[in-house]
């Protein structure tokens, strides 16, 4: 099963890609998180993202596609994954096509959670994640049961640099020119399904299973 998460920053993809890759058993590959685990660890890929991401902007396709094409090849994939928060513009789409072209592969299909804008600021200036783990809290919809660790890891959570009020505006509006594009383009294919995100998280959840049914592979 490869499925990709679409969606606004804030859309909940992250939150519900934990759950879903726990139910279906396939590995939960979010670019964000291999662009901060990069920073963190302060390698040449973290130094160049960085300047990116701080701003609320894209980092390059070509950089981001080879990163993502190293991360597809790895044998934990073989059976499916699941993308989260790639492909963001029409060239990423275009090279994963070509990817799974290249290997007989398809993609089962694009998920897109839907949350309108007046959600969004709300949910991401309020967003906690955990820096070990990658698992996203809430301090009003979503927080961990003791207070400032998480849940799954034990780990400080952290409020992340980027998700201040005036760097979401900024990603919202990359989001409105170069990602929201991918929602015609998946539709033209037949690929793409549609949840409404703004009720609670389980009940998203299961809008999700009832898509992708009880199928794990
Ligand atoms: P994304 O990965 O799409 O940017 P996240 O999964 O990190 O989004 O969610 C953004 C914020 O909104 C987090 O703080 C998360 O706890 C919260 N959140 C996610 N889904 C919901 C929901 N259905 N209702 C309320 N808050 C949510
Ligand atoms: P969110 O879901 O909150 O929007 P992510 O954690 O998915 O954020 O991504 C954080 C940042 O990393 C993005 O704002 C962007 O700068 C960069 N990034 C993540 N994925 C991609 C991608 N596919 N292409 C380019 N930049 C990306
Ligand atoms: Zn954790």
């Known amino acids: 099963m490869r499925i990709i998460l679409l969606g606004p920053p804030g859309a909940g993809k992250g939150t519900q890609a934990k759950s879903i890759c726990n139910r279906y058993s396939i590995p939960h ?11 963190s660890d302060n390698t040449p890929l ?6 990116h991401i701080d701003r609320g902007h894209l980092v390059p396709d070509e950089l981001t596609i080879d990163i ?15 993308l989260d928060g790639f492909p963001r513009t029409v060239k990423q789409a275009e090279a994963l096509e070509e990817f799974l ?4 592969e398809n993609l089962a299909t694009a998920l897109l959670i839907k949350v309108p804008t007046e959600f969004i600021i709300d949910r991401m200036t309020g967003r906690r994640v955990c820096p070990a783990c990658g698992a996203s809290y809430h301090i009003k919809y979503n ?10 890891c034990g780990s400080d959570i952290i409020q992340r ?3 201040t009020e005036a760097t979401v505006r900024e990603r919202l509006e990359v989001y409105d020119m170069q990602t929201e594009p991918l929602i015609d383009y ?6 793409l399904s549609i949840v409404e995100g703004t009720r609670a998280i389980n009940e998203v959840f299961e809008s999700i299973c009832n898509i992708l049914g009880s199928d794990k592979k």
Not at 29 to 39: A, C, L, P
């Open 68 to 82: 993502v094409k190293d991360r597809l090849f790895q044998e934990d994939c073989s059976n499916g994954y699941l």
């Open 46 to 51: 973290g130094i160049e993202a960085k300047k």
């Open 161 to 163: 640099k980027d998700d």
């Open 101 to 104: 072209i290249s290997r007989g």
């Open 143 to 152: 927080p961990p049961v003791n207070e400032g660790k998480c849940d799954v």
């Open 186 to 191: 998946y539709g033209k294919k037949d690929l």
């Open 29 to 39: 590959i979010s670019t964000g998180d291999i662009f901060r685990k990069n920073i």
